[in-house]
């Protein structure tokens, strides 16, 4: 299976802060990555496919970058709906595995 | 837009299956994997595996013993079984929409999930 790794897996921010999220895979997975944020008791919500392609009406502060076994997740300007947890999933190989989460705390 | 929902005892016990449902409405049936995804409480989540409208399937090798995952295509519904199931399996239970093809494979569409419970 490829691990997929996740960093910070907290994360304590300010509105108006700029946030990164970095997800490493165990093996290269090209650019076949998607990102999701999660709210507690809600699903997990699709920000970002195949890296860095932007879901219909994701804000556009949101931002994916990377390929191989490096990704970045980038929240411009964070706003008070962005407090959450955010997971990366590849899906270049089966089984399709996620990372572990990060949640991004109010600072 | 694929609306999805989640139906099923919401407590099953050790050694028992666990049976769900997902009811699907909107979007076109063959141009997704319909998937089940789970979330212990607390924790990460994890792909558990899918079905495609044509039948064919595609198991986590570490469920893969013990999941049916079987489409009704006359009820627009697919369903979950896990067989044998233990408190490891508590946790709650997504269906998803993954965008099907060669190159695909993210969850676009999420059912609310629902918390099933292992316990006697």
């Known amino acids: 299976d490829i691990q997929m790794t996740q960093s910070p897996s907290t994360l304590s921010a300010s509105v108006g802060d700029r946030v990164t999220i970095t997800c490493r895979a165990s093996?290269?997975?090209?650019?076949?990555l998607a990102w999701y944020q999660q709210k507690p008791g809600k699903a997990p919500k699709l920000l970002i496919y195949?890296?860095?392609s932007l879901e219909s009406g994701v804000p556009s502060r949101f931002s994916g970058s990377g390929s191989g076994t490096e990704f970045t997740l980038t929240i411009s300007s964070l706003q008070p709906d962005d407090f959450a947890t955010y997971y990366c999933?590849?899906?270049?190989?089966?089984?399709?595995?996620f990372g572990q989460g990060t949640k991004v705390e109010i600072k | 837009q694929v609306q999805l929902q989640e139906s099923g005892p919401g407590l099953v016990k050790p050694s028992e299956t666990l049976s769900l449902t997902c009811a699907v409405s909107?979007?076109?049936?063959?141009?997704?994997?319909w998937s089940w995804i789970r979330q212990p409480p607390g924790k990460g989540l994890e792909w558990i595996g899918y079905?495609?409208?044509?039948?064919?399937?595609n198991y986590n090798p570490s469920l893969k013993s013990r999941v049916t995952i079987s489409f009704d295509t006359s009820k627009n519904q697919f369903s979950l079984k896990l067989s044998s199931v233990t408190a490891a399996d508590t946790a709650v239970y997504y269906c998803?929409?993954?965008?099907?093809?060669?190159?695909?494979?993210?969850?676009?569409?999420w059912g609310q999930g629902t918390l099933v419970t292992v316990s006697s």
């Open positions: 998803a929409a993954t965008t099907s093809g060669y190159t695909s494979g993210w969850h676009g569409y």
């Open positions: 079905i495609y409208y044509s039948g064919s399937t």
């Open positions: 195949k890296a860095s």
């Open positions: 999933q590849q899906y270049s190989s089966y089984p399709w595995t």
């Open positions: 093996q290269s997975i090209s650019n076949w």
């Open positions: 909107g979007g076109s049936i063959s141009s997704y994997y």
